[in-house]
Each structure stands twice: as C-alpha cells, then as structure tokens.
C-alpha cells in the first residue's frame, strides 16, 4: 500500500525556518515525481515545488524561489522541502504526493498525482 507521510511542520515566526520531510513507502520511489502542495485557508491548493525520481527536474512555484529548497534521498525514500525567509502567507497545511513519471518528462507543479500525504500545517506568525 502506497503511503506518504509528512513532519516538520510548526509555528514560526516570520523569517524563520522550517524543514519538512515527506516519507514515502509501498511504491517504487524512483519511479515517481514527488510534488509538494500547500493550502492556506479559504485558499485553492497551489504547487509548490516538484522533483522528478526519473531524472532528477527541479521545479518551484515563483513565490518560493530563492527562499525554499526541495531535495530528496532514494536510499530514504525521503523528499524534504528546506523553507528560509517564511513569510505570513506561506502559512498553510502542506502536502507531499507522487506520481508515476519517466525520464525526460520532468516534474509539473499542476499535475494530476496518484498519492497523497494527510499534511502537515505551518504557520508562520508575522
């Protein structure tokens, strides 16, 4: 059974750091794109950031760039997501999901993912 669970999440205060993990099991984890979501309340889900198992695509929504860095490791099935600079409005539960994907493809922030993580809030106190 394929399960994703994410930790890390807490109540910062802006411009602090956060890292969250994601662990993955019961699907070949170098096979699939890992995708981080976040949704703030009375807000729609929003694409973080992506990294593709395939071939390695690193992709992050323009808000985060330059403050939130994605990295995993395949002998962990572990995907972390490195969060500096927060702000107010990164406040929001974050979720971790794959999806199958092959090399050459990349990683899509928009994609349709086939597993879901139950999230971890963040909340970031201004």
């Known amino acids: 059974e394929a399960r994703l669970v994410e930790s890390g999440g807490g109540l910062v205060q802006a411009g602090g750091s956060l890292r969250l993990s994601c662990t993955a099991s019961?699907?070949?984890?170098?096979?699939?794109?890992i995708n981080w979501f976040r949704q703030a309340p009375g807000k729609e889900r929003e694409g973080v950031s992506c990294?593709?198992?395939?071939?390695?695509?690193?992709e992050y929504v323009d808000s985060v760039k330059g403050r939130f860095t994605i990295s995993s490791n395949t002998a962990e099935n572990m995907v972390w997501l490195q969060m500096n600079s927060l702000q107010a409005e990164d406040t929001a539960v974050y979720y971790c999901?794959?999806?199958?994907?092959?090399?050459?493809?990349?990683?899509?922030?928009?994609?349709?993912?086939?597993?879901w993580g139950t999230g971890t809030l963040v909340t970031v106190s201004s």
């Open positions: 019961g699907f070949a984890f170098d096979d699939y794109n």
């Open positions: 999901a794959a999806a199958f994907s092959i090399k050459g493809y990349g990683c899509y922030l928009d994609d349709d993912m086939e597993y």
């Open positions: 990294i593709s198992g395939p071939d390695g695509t690193i």
